[in-house]
C-alpha cells in the first residue's frame, strides 16, 4: 500500500496487481527499443531491462466530508475475458481492502474514470452464481455517456463486461449517472477528460491549496509524457486523447500537481515537469 497527502486529505493506492507487458500492446511506439533508449530513467521501476513496460491495476482511496471514495476496480476475480492473464483471474484484493482498513462494505462512492473492462471489475463480486454489487453501501458515480455509448455494443467481450460488472449495479439501483465537472464533496471532483473513451474522467483533489488528480487512463505510462502524441490501440478518439493528454500534462506542470498515474506502477504519484516541449514524470 502506499499513501500520499494532498492538504488535509489521504489518498491511498491498493494493488490488484502489477504486471510486465509489451509496450506495444498500448501503443505501436512503445516497443522495447524506445523504451531501453530511456532505460536510464525507467528501469527498473517502470519498466524492465529487457524493455518490457511495468503497469500496475490499483485502486485509489480518499476520504473526504465522511466519504470513502474509491476511484476504479480494477480487473476483478473470476470474471471469463479474452486476455488469457485476466480470465478467470484470483487476487487478493478484498483482503488487501481490509488490510488498508476500508472493508468493502465501508466505502461510501465508487467512481470509475470510464467503463472498460480494468476499471469496473471489482463492480461486482460472484455470490452464489450471481453477479452482485461489492461495495453494497456505495452508490457508483458512473459517466452516463460512458453507459450511453458501451452498452450499445451488446457483443464480444464488451458485452460481457457489461453484464457482469456494470448491470448488476445498475440494476441494484446503486448508480448515480454523472458526467465529467461532477462535484462529489467540496474536495473532490470528476473532470472530462475525453479521447481514451468517449466520457472518459479524470478526479481532481483539492485541500487547502494543494492539488492532486487521478489520471485514468488519458494516459497509461510514466513514457507518454516525454512523448504525449504517441497513440494508443485502445483509443476511441486518438487524436483527441493527444490532444487532452498534452493539455493535461501543461496544466499539471505549471500548477504543480500531484500526479497519480492509474496504471502507473509504483511510486505511482510524483509531479510532471517540463522537457522542452515535452515532459517527465518525478516521482
Ligand atoms: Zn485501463
Redesign the pocket.
Known sequence: MSEWRIGDLKLIKVLEHEDLWQGRIIAPMMTAENVLKEAGWLVPRFANEAGRIRISFHSLIVESGGLRILIDTCVGDNKQREFSRWNMKQCGYLAALEQAGYPRESIDRVICTHL?V??VGWNTMLENGRWVPTFPNARYLLSRREWEHWSQITGGENGLVMNDSVRPVIDAGLVDWIEGGFQVTKEVATELTPGHSPGHMSVRIVSRGHEGVVSG?MI?HPIQCGHPEWKTGFDFDADLACATRSGFLARCADERTLFVG??FASPTAGRIERRGEAFRFEA
Do not use: E, Y
Open positions: 472498460h480494468d476499471h487512463d497509461h492509474t496504471h
